[in-house]
């Protein structure tokens, strides 16, 4: 029998989670698991925007730009087929398919219901009426204790003229035909999935990107490798464009006006996709009425216990807009729900996050950049081209690096950044390294199977070892 949490004399706490993505589903589930009366309400269904908007239909999406890149390949291994035909109705009735399964099968919803956790989908807006009272749009009247807060993020609406005739990546994942032609505004991990995603399908696509750079946030070497792969590919990549003034309806499509130092430009296509930034999706929520403080993007404000500046409520995932990830989002759910019902007693600190987006090459990163990296500490920075691997000779995928990052007074591996085909598997093999405190010159010794893509990594950390003058017995580079 599991013991209930008592909440003053006699009476089991109750917890009430917002929002039923990874972080609402996580959060509802331990904090039954600790022993309170938990009741997890969603506007729409269980698996939030990760199962219907963001990682599943994407990364479907993406498959299918793989297998038709992989078709180019056949006749290089002797295959002999007549061109594939591309419809993309049967596409997305197929992403409808994996996001079904998902639910229906990767959802922990029988655990919920082992638990005893009442679950309230497709409740619509739920709002604060009072510190401890909830309604939602579909009627629903609620109470509790305590609150866990995970209602995700939402894109952001430019305040500019003629928005409106502009679609989200959402709205490009639910398009019946393929547009002919498409400008993508914003060149962060959404942008350029959208736009890799529908180059490979054949529309023609402008990237637009306000920075000097695509994906800032990656390594200098991984966006201008990014950048250069995406324009080898027919992308046309405009970094520092400029503005925008405004959208206006053309005949075919959408015309974009941008100026940049005072002159005045456009650009035309079927369709404009706008994926400039990420907001907390708490306009609904009341949160005054709760007395949560938010900042001017909705992210509620949390310390590092996950507790808002009020104490009886907690937020979890893309809500609170620190690491924007699934990974991240199922942690702080664990964490607030244990905070929620046990008193503070877990602490987020910092913690290892492979990143990586599924474009054409793949692009991925653990740790610390070489620009950041050589701002703390003596960096040594060695490099592993794709072309001098066996596995990607064999595969035909040559095209890539993967670079890592070592602190010389340490030896500890700091980062790791790879362009290439499977580089977000690759990088998983270094953030286990990293968290486990390996050493540059252990995981050298580990004898990664031949010949694989994250093999690569064994001759990158002899490379280092050797440049570091450390003994790496037991270990040839092959
Ligand atoms: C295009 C795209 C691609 C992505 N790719 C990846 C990837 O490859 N890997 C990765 O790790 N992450 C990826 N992400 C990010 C990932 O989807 C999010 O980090 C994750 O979904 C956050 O989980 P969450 O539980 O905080 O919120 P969500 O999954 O957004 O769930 C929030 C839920 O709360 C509900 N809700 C909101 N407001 C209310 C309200 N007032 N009342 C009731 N319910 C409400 C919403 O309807 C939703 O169901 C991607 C995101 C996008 C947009």
Redesign the pocket.
């Given at each position: 029998m599991r013991s209930r949490i008592e909440e003053g004399e006699n009476r089991v706490m109750e917890v009430i989670v917002?929002?039923?993505?990874?972080?609402?589903v996580m959060a509802a589930r331990r904090a039954a698991e600790l022993g309170a009366k938990t009741t997890l309400?969603?506007?729409?269904?269980l698996?939030?925007?990760?199962a219907s908007?963001?990682?599943v239909p994407?990364?479907t999406l993406a498959h299918a730009a793989r297998l038709i890149r992989e078709t180019r390949q056949l006749g290089q291994y002797g295959i002999v087929v007549s061109a594939p035909l591309f419809d993309y109705s049967q596409l997305l009735a197929r992403v409808r398919e994996v996001v079904d399964d998902v639910r229906t099968h990767a959802l922990p919803r029988e655990d919920l219901d082992r638990l005893g956790v009442t679950v309230h989908e497709h409740?619509?807006?739920?709002?604060f009426v009072d510190p401890h009272a909830l309604e939602?749009e579909s009627g629903l009247q609620l109470r509790a204790d305590k609150f866990i807060l995970?209602?995700?993020?939402t894109s952001r609406r430019l305040p500019v003229p003629g928005f409106e005739l502009t679609a989200t990546?959402s709205d490009a994942w639910s398009l019946t035909a393929v547009p002919p032609s498409m400008l993508v505004v914003g060149a962060g991990?959404?942008g350029v999935?959208v736009a890799s995603i529908f180059n490979a399908f054949g529309s023609r696509v402008r990237l637009f990107q306000a920075a000097p750079r695509i994906l800032t946030t990656e390594d200098d070497d991984v966006s201008a490798a990014v950048a250069a792969a995406f324009r080898a590919s027919g992308i046309e990549v405009n970094e520092s464009f400029g503005s925008i003034e405004s959208f206006e309806r053309t005949p075919s499509g959408v015309r974009m006006i941008f100026s940049k130092d005072g002159t005045r430009d456009s650009a035309e296509a079927a369709l404009a996709v706008v994926a400039v930034c990420?907001v907390a999706?708490t306009a609904?929520?009341n949160l005054a009425a709760a007395g949560v403080e938010a900042d001017r993007r909705g992210y509620v404000r949390v310390d590092p216990h996950l507790q808002t500046s009020a104490e009886h409520v907690f937020a979890?995932?893309?809500?609170t807009g620190r690491l924007?990830?699934?990974?991240?989002?199922v942690h702080d759910?664990f964490a607030a729900a244990t905070n929620a019902v046990r008193g503070a007693t877990v602490t987020l600190g910092d913690q290892i996050s492979p990143i990586g987006g599924?474009t054409d090459p793949e692009y991925a990163q653990v740790g610390l950049t070489e620009a950041k990296a050589r701002e703390t500490c003596d960096a040594v920075v060695t490099l592993v081209r794709f072309d001098e691997t066996t596995r990607t000779i064999i595969d035909g995928r040559t095209a890539g690096f993967c670079k890592l990052i070592t602190d010389r007074a340490t030896c500890r591996i700091l980062g790791c950044h790879v362009v290439g085909d499977r580089a977000v598997e690759i990088v998983q093999v270094v953030a286990i390294a990293m968290a486990a405190g390996m050493r540059v010159d252990d995981l050298a010794r580990v004898p990664l199977s031949f010949p694989t893509y994250a093999g690569m990594l064994g001759r990158a950390a002899y490379r280092a070892a050797s440049q570091l003058n450390l003994d790496v017995s037991g270990r040839r580079e092959h």
């Open positions: 917002i929002g039923a993505g990874p972080a609402g309400v969603t506007r729409d269904e698996g939030g925007s990760a908007d963001g990682p994407v990364r409740a619509g807006s739920v709002r939602s995970c209602a995700g993020g990546h991990a959404t999935q990420w999706d609904g929520l979890a995932g893309d809500i924007m990830l699934v990974p991240q989002a759910g599924f």
